[in-house]
């Protein structure tokens, strides 16, 4: 059972454009969603965060959207550049020290000059 | 500030063999959770340590088990290793909930053969 689901294992932009990435969740318990991105041969690196009392987050090219009621939320990055290139994981949690952080399955996402 | 060490970072074993992997924390950070990553399966959490409790724990068997040392370095053992264990390894600490901003080790990759 996937609780946090990135449908989308590949996506491919051109440099300059706009990259959104998707992911859904189930559990309506979760109240805090992160970004993560990830180099080969490296660990995840934090990107972005948002708590289910927003609805959006900026930082920098970086922007995340949360919908609720529809269990979604996106990250957008914009303009999209070369070094975007990476797999981008979300993951989602409960700010209780008893929940778990789930991580979807990740997004490949290929900057194309 | 040192970021988080996992140690070794390549790994191979046979079958039925053991396997210890060790992380030490940023300093300062008093959580520490492990991370199992296989294609297409994304992250998937195995347990989390806090204070030299586990805190939480994912689904995975018995075979897998951890602990945690009064100064939060942390310790993943693997006992009678499957072909399927073959992954990456991650783990990653914060101060003290998972909530805060996890920081990632680069991973110890185990290979079964």
């Known amino acids: 059972d996937q609780q946090v689901k990135q449908n989308s294992p590949s996506l491919s932009v051109q440099e300059g454009r706009i990259s959104i990435l998707n992911c859904d969740y189930t559990?309506?318990?979760?109240?805090?969603f992160l970004w993560y991105k990830k180099y080969p041969a490296e660990g995840p690196t934090f990107l972005i965060s948002?708590?289910?009392?927003?609805d959006k987050n900026e930082d920098g090219r970086f922007t995340v959207f949360l919908n609720k009621s529809a269990k979604h939320l996106s990250l957008h990055i914009v303009p999209s550049q070369p070094g975007d290139s990476a797999v981008y994981f979300c993951?989602?949690?409960?700010?209780?020290?008893?929940?778990?952080?789930?991580f979807g399955s990740g997004t490949r996402l290929s900057i194309r000059p | 500030k040192a970021g988080v060490t996992q140690t070794p970072r390549y790994l191979i074993k046979t079958r039925g063999q053991q396997v210890t992997l060790s992380c030490s924390p940023i300093?300062?950070?008093?959580?520490v959770s492990w991370y199992q990553q296989t294609p297409g399966q994304g992250l998937q959490f195995l347990f989390e340590?806090?204070?030299?409790?586990?805190?939480n724990k994912g689904n995975f068997p018995g075979r897998f088990s951890g602990r945690q040392f009064s100064n939060s370095r942390s310790e993943m053992n693997v006992s009678t290793l499957e072909l399927g264990d073959s992954a990456l390894y991650l783990c990653?600490?914060?101060?003290?909930?998972?909530?805060?901003?996890?920081?990632f080790g680069p991973g110890t990759r185990l290979t079964v053969l």
């Open positions: 990653a600490s914060s101060l003290v909930d998972r909530g805060d901003t996890q920081y």
């Open positions: 559990n309506s318990m979760f109240d805090y």
């Open positions: 948002i708590s289910s009392i927003k």
């Open positions: 993951a989602a949690t409960g700010y209780s020290s008893a929940s778990k952080i789930i």
């Open positions: 300093s300062g950070h008093r959580s």
């Open positions: 340590y806090f204070s030299e409790t586990q805190r």
